[in-house]
């Protein structure tokens, strides 16, 4: 499958054609759709598109990604905090141990990140792809709530 847009000079002043052509394999071979308008043209263009996604849209689908697996490990933690006084157990060869610990580690970052964006900019994280970074932000802050909470209970309880 192709897109392909392509601009020309019109017969009318001030107007030039705007052609889209997608092509889509089919049984038979290749089809083709083609539409063609008019536009009017304009002599300066205030906005740029970029294909694919750059650099900076990887890296906030990774940390949105991140940060939404390892919020609700952290809640998961918290909560083992506050019921029986002690984190999550090892698991089988540590991993849950290390998950967890880098899991406190993703939630920090993801809430100091949030808190250098509002200070510098007024606002908080963008959304970013698929809004995963900005449901990580509210997670990661929720999970950092909860874990002083499971804290002042343990100590409580103690």
């Not at 392909?4 to 705007?18: E, K, W």
């Not at 890296?59 to 998961?76: E, M």
């Not at 610990?101 to 970013?128: D, E, R």
């Amino acid at each position: 499958m192709s897109l392909r847009i392509a601009s020309s000079a019109s017969t009318r002043p001030g107007f030039s054609v705007l052609h889209a052509t997608l092509r889509l394999p089919s049984r038979g071979g290749i089809r083709s759709l083609g539409i063609t308008h008019p536009t009017p043209r304009q002599r300066h263009v205030g906005a740029r598109a970029e294909l694919g996604g750059g650099t900076d849209s990887k890296l906030q689908l990774a940390a949105g990604v991140a940060g939404v697996f390892a919020a609700p490990l952290v809640l998961w933690s918290s909560y083992t905090l506050a019921t029986t006084g002690s984190g999550l157990p090892p698991g089988p060869s540590g991993v849950l141990g290390a998950a967890e610990g880098l899991s406190y580690l993703v939630v920090t970052a993801m809430v100091a990140w949030s808190v250098k964006t509002k200070i510098s900019s007024g606002s908080g994280l963008p959304a970013g792809p698929y809004g995963l970074v900005g449901a990580a932000e509210g997670l990661s802050f929720l999970a950092i709530a909860a874990g002083i909470i499971a804290f002042a209970v343990k100590t409580v309880n103690s």
